[in-house]
């Protein structure tokens, strides 16, 4: 038996506000992978449970080529 979860979406005038907090610059919603990309800083920031999360501590980062993000870890 396959049990099928269904895919959050997150409100379309949210997504069209939403900048990188790093770059200020676009972002790209994965909806497959539940994260708003942004190539240009090279991060990916997690949607949980249909709320963007857009913290840079918390965003993923997309490859090896990407650009430093400063670490405000305590």
């Known amino acids: 038996m396959e049990v ?3 895919e ?3 409100d379309p005038k949210l997504l069209e506000m939403l900048v990188c907090p790093l770059t200020r610059g676009r972002l790209r919603y994965d909806g497959k992978m539940q994260e708003l990309v942004s190539e240009q800083a090279g ?3 997690p ?3 249909g709320i963007p999360i857009m913290l840079i501590d918390e965003a ?3 490859d090896a ?3 430093a993000v400063q ?3 305590s």
């Open 4 to 6: 099928r979860l269904a």
């Open 8 to 10: 959050r979406t997150v």
């Open 43 to 45: 991060l990916a920031f």
């Open 47 to 49: 949607i949980r449970d």
């Open 60 to 62: 993923r980062v997309l």
């Open 65 to 67: 080529g990407a650009p």
């Open 71 to 73: 670490e405000n870890r």
